[in-house]
């Protein structure tokens, strides 16, 4: 192939200067207010990790289920959002202030809902991760320390739902900062809380894991705090949130499209996390170490992928406001920049984790095997990481268009259609190891992210769906 014929190749995925600048503008405040939350996370989890395995352990399957409940209300935020970002782009404020409202409404009552399914089956659930053995951790102390965590945590679910709508919204007003700022604070509140708390510095009892579930529940009222006074404040710089609160009508019109987007994209978010529930809850049943050695793997994953999840959320937002401005053939050139963005910066920090999983577990006060397990599994997600980006930036992208049917499909549907099916099979039916079992599932990324680009490519996602939408926000 002569050079010739490899430059169009090369500017179709390669994008200038100025097209990084606007997207690195808008991914920078996302990655920092993620990457944060994540490293506190990480502190939070060595440091509950430094109080013993079992403990370690029971928090890590209590949040198997906050991890779900927040991705339902983030998907039911982000289907209204796809409304709220193209509303924006067509300076539509009026129809941002209706979808808000909507999102406010909708989440509240899921989280209601979410609350009481926590306290009347909560003990239930952590149940189903008791079937495997282990002889590094005791069930019944990590069974105790579970149902003490989610206890409190219930506490702050209110306040985490409030901040997904104002940030999900600001986000798409093409404001990430105020939410980038609160969250700073909110975990730096958290993370000086779990010092004093887990371990009882400066007077304060030791309380251990129900010390880390206070400090998370502070810091979420914090973080509440400061995201809506600084909403409302600023009049100017937030002109679609000002007024929001004088009605809570939304033309039923609106409604109607709104829940046509966000009931199945919460389905989606929902299934999805469920299947990674699932998935581990599988690898539990081979043995329970796999949990303790999962978490450790899962809370260094989560730091490490910041960047190209970051890109992901950013991928969404710009190509909404550009449907939503009718540039539909910019819209489908930049998705091609914006996914071989997120893959070279995937692969590059993917080695870099490599690198790093050979020293990680040591900060942990956990049994050699499960130290030697969990530095494994890291190095095994590190190798995938690449893919998993591609499957990432293309489901954003896919997303942005409103095409919600095929990102249900793609997503929670190859979930629970390959990985969880998968990981069933394997764990109950073969005598393939654990980590054969980890492999296996890390690696049917692949044959995600080719199945992504191709919708991707076919161009299927490239519409405005707010051309109609404006006269029905009027209403």
């Known amino acids: 192939m002569t050079k010739a014929e490899k430059t169009p190749l090369i500017k ?30 990480m502190l939070d989890n060595i440091m509950i990790g430094a109080t013993g395995t079992d403990q370690m352990t029971g928090v890590s399957l209590a949040n198997q289920f906050f991890f779900v409940f927040n991705l339902c209300i983030f998907g039911a935020v982000s289907g209204a959002g796809i409304f709220g970002a193209q509303f924006f782009g067509n300076n539509d404020h009026e129809g941002v202030r209706h979808t808000f409202r909507f999102k ?13 399914l926590f306290i009347f089956f909560g003990e239930d659930l952590l149940k189903l991760y008791m079937k495997g053995e282990s002889e590094s951790v005791d069930p019944v102390a990590t069974l105790g320390y579970g149902k003490d965590y989610i206890k ?83 009049k100017k710089k937030f002109p679609y949130m000002q007024g929001v609160y004088k009605s809570l009508y939304v033309p039923g019109s609106l409604v109607g499209q709104l829940l046509v987007k966000s009931l199945p994209l919460m389905l989606n978010e929902t299934l999805w996390s469920a299947g990674i529930a699932m998935v581990n809850e599988s690898y539990s049943y081979r043995t329970l170490d796999a949990i303790a050695a999962g978490n450790i793997s899962q809370t260094f994953w989560n730091v490490f992928s910041i960047a190209y999840l970051a890109v992901g959320n950013a991928i969404g937002i710009i190509l909404g406001q550009m449907l939503g401005a009718n540039r539909l053939k910019e819209a ?8 071989s963005f997120s893959f070279v910066i995937a692969f590059t920090i993917g080695m870099v984790y490599m690198v790093a999983a050979e020293f990680i577990p040591l900060f942990y006060k956990a049994d050699d095997h499960i130290r030697s397990l969990a530095t494994t599994m890291m190095q095994i997600t590190a ?27 793609f997503d929670s549907g190859f979930m629970w259609g390959v990985n969880v099916l998968l990981a069933f099979l394997l764990t109950r039916y073969t005598d393939v190891s654990l980590l054969g079992v980890f492999t296996i599932i890390q690696f049917v990324a692949v044959i995600k992210s080719v199945f992504g680009l191709l919708l991707v490519k076919s161009g299927y996602w490239v519409k405005n769906i707010v051309e109609d939408g404006k006269s029905a926000a009027a209403e």
Do not use: D
């Open 12 to 41: 179709k995925l390669w994008g200038t200067p100025q097209f990084y600048k606007q997207l690195v503008v808008l991914m920078v405040p996302i990655m920092i207010q993620n990457g944060i939350t994540n490293f506190v996370n």
């Open 104 to 116: 406010m409404i909708f989440s509240i009552l899921l989280t209601i809902a979410g609350i009481a």
């Open 152 to 234: 409190i945590m219930l506490i702050g679910v209110l306040p985490y739902t409030i901040v997904q709508c104002y940030s999900g919204t600001l986000r798409e007003g093409a404001a990430p900062t105020l939410p980038m700022i609160a969250g700073v604070i909110a975990v730096g509140v958290n993370l000086v809380f779990n010092y004093i708390l887990i371990f009882g510095k400066f007077g304060a009892p030791a309380m251990g894991v129900e010390g880390a579930a206070i400090a998370t529940v502070l810091s979420r009222f914090v973080e509440l705090a400061i995201v809506v006074i600084c909403t409302h404040a600023n």
């Open 332 to 339: 489908k050139e930049a998705s091609y920049k914006m996914i």
């Open 383 to 409: 190798l995938a990481m690449p893919f998993e980006a591609l499957a990432h930036a293309s489901y954003f992208t896919l997303r942005s268009g409103g095409k919600i049917g095929i990102t249900l499909v």
